[in-house]
């Protein structure tokens, strides 16, 4: 298969491009996280006010909360070349926990949710990691689908813990210790206040993640997704360095699960379920699991499509299927990968 | 003494179900290398076509057995007209491409499907118990068990072996054969893969939704049984080894008989238990009990 839009996939192995560290950042991504800085601000301008409604800051805290999840997820598919159909133990995993440290705790600082989260996927990702590299295509798959499920029966299951099927709730968490005045109204603290915290923590996983894939070690993982012998055959220890771009991922993914508890202020074993990683998949390819940045657009489109469309009609899943269908046959690199191709081609009439 | 029978039947009427389920499940990845994951939700389709047919056309007074059986064919059959119909319009397109395309085809297709089942027979699920309780009951070793269920199982056993028969002493059996094992010089060999790529993706499409048509008198059928029953099929597979069809018949009956301990003594780790056997299985053979690498 050809990689089109990736030109650091096509980068060698060596000395010199391992030694490029993260470059410039493009302008329109300064251009977004200005606005996505400011957008709280402009609630009272006409003309823009909706966009910056309450409703919609909401709904971008979804998307970026989601956006933090197939970031993590694409560390693996994108870069390591390994179709994980189990992040939802991630994701939920360390909302449970989150809501965990509540029940049992009491916990109410957003720092210990955060902790708790990472600390947990941390766990999983070592123990399913352990088990799941050996493996590449649909038997990673399939194995971390089948892990995944184990927590998944014990949420459901150990309803005396995890309430089953009623979930746990999660309250109002404070942040950074109690120095950020917490709004009495609920829509105003998450649309504002939390909306903020989200924001920055995405901005440092982003970051971090960049850091990452422009490494020695995310070169490492590119070049074994491209060619497994050669990365063997050039001195890489494959299955420590799918290891842990496994851990990494899924902490990242438990970091955004952490984040989402809060949020949506209950975890239900939905979220845990492995159609939950289906749609990680999902979002993850809507924006382009080739690029860097398709996974953080996708999970913001994802999050505003199934709003949306769930609004409109009863049968949303039909249209979301029709869309990954209509995806894989027709777009396969996604929104970002389809707008590249578009102003390449642009470019090429001039 | 009554009671393990009762348990052994359950185990067996289980296993019964799953095998339909996993057997079609594995021929399809063994032919096509092709892990479907509407295929749970093919089964549930099935479930829907036989609830709704015994429902609608042999209406209330439709506690005759004899409607139940007739009607086993029909909804497996058209489970199996839709295979035919996914496969060349959705499938086709993917089998030079990455495998793992087929897993988010697949998905999306399991999204759609599910939704389609809602939205013409509702969210309230569709029982036919009348009919289950109409069979009335066996005295089996002491124990009296329901005599549906009896049925089930030797539908299941029938299965396995027409299968096994079509499979290994038919002319058809001997083109899927030459075809699982190397695509492109049994096509070099005059055998037409497409053909018997629709008709494969169609039998394992039809096995699934004699299995949902059977279930229907005992459970119903319920939106997300589908999606259960999958993930359950994939334990069960690869337990046995993907692409085995053998593998298929004893990963199902590992995974009943586990079940139906794992219910009776530990009810809470009863579905992680045959995850995580499953996982296990795939740590210490990777290729499964019965598979080849």
């Known amino acids: 298969m050809t990689v089109k839009h990736a030109p650091e996939a096509a980068i060698a192995l060596g000395a010199v491009s391992a030694g490029r560290r993260a470059g410039p950042v493009p302008w329109y991504v300064s251009v977004l996280a200005v606005v996505a800085f400011v957008l709280p601000l402009l609630e009272n301008v006409p003309g823009l006010g909706w966009l910056a409604s309450p409703f919609q800051r909401i709904q971008l805290t979804y998307g970026l909360v989601f956006g933090i999840a197939a970031l993590g997820f694409n560390l693996l598919l994108g870069y390591t070349g390994l179709l994980s159909f189990g992040h939802a133990a991630f994701f939920g995993g360390a909302a449970y926990a989150t809501g965990l440290v509540v029940k049992y705790l009491h916990a109410s600082s957003i720092e210990s949710f955060l902790l708790a989260g990472v600390v947990f996927s941390l766990l999983v990702a070592v123990a399913f990691g352990a088990v799941c590299v050996r493996y590449t295509k649909i038997f990673f798959s399939i194995l971390t689908m089948a892990l995944s499920q184990v927590l998944w029966a014990l949420a459901l299951k150990f309803f005396w813990i995890t309430n089953g099927t009623d979930g746990l709730r999660i309250p109002t968490p404070t942040l950074l210790g109690g120095l950020i005045p917490i709004p009495e109204d609920k829509v105003r603290f998450l649309s504002f206040t939390y909306y903020y915290y989200v924001l920055v923590v995405f901005c440092i996983c982003v970051a971090v993640m960049w850091v990452i894939t422009a490494s020695p070690f995310g070169k490492a993982l590119q070049a074994i997704r491209d060619n497994e012998v050669r990365a063997q055959f050039i001195g890489l220890d494959v299955p420590r360095y799918r290891g842990f771009a496994f851990v990494v991922s899924g902490v990242f993914t438990g970091l955004a699960g952490a984040l989402f508890a809060p949020l949506n202020g209950l975890t239900t074993p939905d979220i845990l379920h492995w159609t939950f990683s289906g749609k990680i998949v999902f979002m993850t390819v809507l924006g382009g699991f080739k690029t860097f940045s398709g996974p953080i657009l996708g999970g913001v489109a994802y999050n505003y499509l199934e709003t949306y469309v769930i609004k409109t009609t009863e049968y949303w899943q039909i249209l979301l299927g029709a869309i990954l269908v209509a995806l894989v046959l027709l777009m396969p690199q996604g929104i970002i990968g389809t707008v590249g191709w578009l102003v390449d081609s642009r470019r090429r009439r001039r | ?293």
């Open chain 2, 1 to 293: 003494m009554d009671v393990l029978v009762a348990q052994l039947l359950n185990s067996l009427l289980y296993a019964a179900v799953l095998f339909l389920i996993a057997g079609g499940l594995s021929m399809i990845y063994g032919v096509m290398r092709i892990v479907n994951l509407a295929h749970g939700t093919l089964y549930a389709l099935g479930a829907y076509v036989m609830a709704w047919g015994l429902l609608r056309l042999a209406g209330e007074s439709g506690t005759e057995p004899a409607y139940l059986i007739a009607f086993l064919p029909v909804a497996a059959v058209a489970v199996a007209a839709t295979g035919a119909v996914v496969e060349p319009l959705l499938l086709r397109p993917l089998y030079a491409r990455a495998e793992e395309y087929q897993l988010l085809l697949t998905f999306g297709l399991l999204l759609m499907l599910e939704d389609v089942m809602r939205y013409i027979w509702g969210p309230t699920p569709l029982t036919a118990s009348s009919l289950w309780a109409a069979f009335g009951t066996l005295h089996l070793l002491g124990a009296t068990y329901p005599a549906y269920n009896v049925v089930v199982i030797v539908l299941g056993l029938l299965a396995a072996l027409m299968l096994w028969a079509l499979i290994f002493k038919t002319r058809f059996g001997v083109m899927l054969r030459a075809t699982s094992q190397n695509r492109r010089v049994a096509a070099a060999l005059g055998i037409n893969v497409s053909s018997v790529y629709v008709q494969a993706f169609a039998l394992g499409c039809l096995m699934a939704g004699l299995a949902g048509a059977v279930v229907v008198p005992i459970q119903g059928a319920v939106l997300g049984m589908g999606v259960d029953a999958l993930v359950l099929a994939f334990v069960v597979v690869v337990i046995g080894g993907l692409g085995s069809l053998e593998g298929a018949l004893v990963g199902a009956l590992i995974v009943g008989v586990v079940r139906t301990l794992a219910i009776q003594y530990f009810p809470e780790l009863e579905l992680a238990v045959l995850y995580l056997i499953a996982a296990g299985v795939l740590i210490t053979r990777p290729a499964g009990l019965l598979g080849r690498a």
